[in-house]
Structures are given as structure tokens and as C-alpha cells.
């Protein structure tokens, strides 16, 4: 009983230092939830112009989503975002240039994109 009644006093002075250290700890120095921008690198001298580079990438890149196609030649149509396109008509900036057999090419600015459905590529 005595040996008992000693290792709870030990275990209850262990935690009494314990606690007060807890919230002492360094604060959070990033979100761990915000991904990294891949190719920046903190005090690079290119990292200054890279965050504008990582916002027209990202603009660049469709962001539609391709739930169907019908192929038939000239008279092709994809279904995007619930949207029935024929080849040649536009959606948010994106033309739709070639309907293909599970995908669709589409062009915005000058760059093409090849969408497959369901976001497969």
C-alpha cells in the first residue's frame, strides 16, 4: 500500500512539471494543411517572380470537367460540367476543338488541352 501511495506522489510530481511546459511550446510556423508551391525556395532571388508564374500556371490549367462524349465526326458533342458543346462552341474561355474516343481537346489562348472523362487523361 505504502509502495503503491509513493509511485502515485512520483507520477503525480512527474505531471505536475509536466503541464506547465505543454503550452510553452514554439508556436506553429506554417499551415500544415496549405500545400507547398513545388519549385520555391525561401530567399531565392527567382522566388519573388515565382508566385506570378504559379498563378498563371494554375489559370492555364482547364478547370472543367468532362462527364460524357459522343463521337460523330463533325457533329460531335461533349457533355461538360453538365453543358452540351459541339465542336467549335466555348465554355468558360475554353474552345472545344476534337471530341476523341473517352476525351476532348480543347484550346484557350493559345494552348491546347486534352480533358478525358472523369478528369483522366
Do not use: W
Not at 1 to 19: E, G, K, N, P
Not at 25 to 50: C, E
Not at 74 to 90: F, Q, Y
Not at 91 to 101: I, K, P, S, T
Amino acid at each position: 500500500m505504502i509502495r503503491r501511495l509513493a509511485a502515485y506522489a512520483v507520477a503525480l510530481s512527474f505531471t505536475a512539471l509536466a503541464l506547465p511546459a505543454l503550452g510553452q511550446g514554439r508556436a506553429l510556423q506554417h499551415d500544415p494543411f496549405v500545400r507547398p508551391a513545388v519549385g520555391l525556395v525561401p530567399g531565392n532571388a527567382s522566388s519573388a517572380a515565382a508566385p506570378g508564374r504559379l498563378k498563371a500556371a494554375l489559370e492555364a490549367t482547364p478547370k472543367l470537367n468532362l462527364q460524357a462524349v459522343l463521337v460523330a465526326g463533325a457533329h460531335s458533342i461533349a457533355n461538360v460540367d453538365g453543358v452540351m458543346l459541339r465542336v467549335g462552341e466555348s465554355l468558360n474561355g475554353y474552345r472545344l476543338l476534337e471530341v476523341q474516343h473517352r476525351s476532348a481537346v480543347f484550346e484557350k489562348n493559345g494552348a491546347k488541352f486534352t480533358l478525358g472523362i472523369g478528369g483522366a487523361k
